[in-house]
DNA sequence: CCAATATGTAGAACTCTGTGCTATATTTCA
DNA sequence: TGAAATATAGCACAGAGTTCTACATATTGG
């Protein structure tokens, strides 16, 4: 695991919870505390079908395993990989996870 | 942030881990790295209205802001904590590393 | 060597999530 | 006072995700 990649998510998690603790305090008001949430939140990439799978792959795992791991079946991850469908939302910020920090982040 | 929580999901991303390196290695076939991927995940909750506006109280942020974590509309957030949409298989999964690990856990 | 299993593709039909929009009400803060 | 944040409410719609079946290939365990 880099180095790099933990140490920005730890900068970003510090700075919520420290937003949060100052709010408490009465120290930020909310308005601020929002702003300070906004700007700590890791951007979701679109994920082609290539990519999807480069990612499966990359982690060594079935598609029957990695849809285990995202809780979708297995047909999802195969129409994703096929280019028949696409993530949606949630389903995009959970591969975002996976690309960032690796399959034991959301396991 | 509870010692034993983090104990717990680094043991399983250790199990995982130590499958992998086995299986690479050679020592343990597909068939039982599977059985080991399986036992090492997280079993995913069922929600309901109330337990999503409580696990958003808990982290101390508006719909709007939490919508912005999972990366959906702040609409989707209302509609689940007012009984009117459940969130779907991986909403669902979101949801449950948040209950386990935080917000922080998917800055 | 052979049967069983794992893996991935393919397509079809169906449910209902998630989105986008508008409107309303209340609270909060400058 | 008035602008902005917060939350509720309802509705229409695209398409994500599910479920099912069938098929083709490895891979494997006995």
């Known amino acids: 695991m880099a180095k790099t990649k933990a140490y920005k998510s730890d900068v970003k998690a510090a700075i919520h919870e420290t ?60 129409q994703w990989e096929r280019g028949d469908k696409r993530p949606a939302g949630p389903a995009c910020k959970l591969l975002s996870i996976v690309a960032e920090k690796g399959l034991a982040a959301i396991a």
Chains 1, 2 share one sequence.
């Not at 120290?27 to 906004?38: A, G």
């Not at 951007?43 to 809780?71: C, D, G, H, W």
């Open 19 to 78: 937003a949060l603790d100052l709010h408490e305090t009465g120290l930020i008001d909310k308005h601020t505390m929002r702003r300070f949430d906004q700007s700590c939140l890791t951007p979701v990439r679109k994920f082609t079908a290539e990519e999807i799978r480069a990612l499966r792959e990359r982690e060594q795992v079935s598609q029957t395993v990695f849809a285990m791991y995202l809780n979708v079946t297995k047909d999802s991850v195969s």
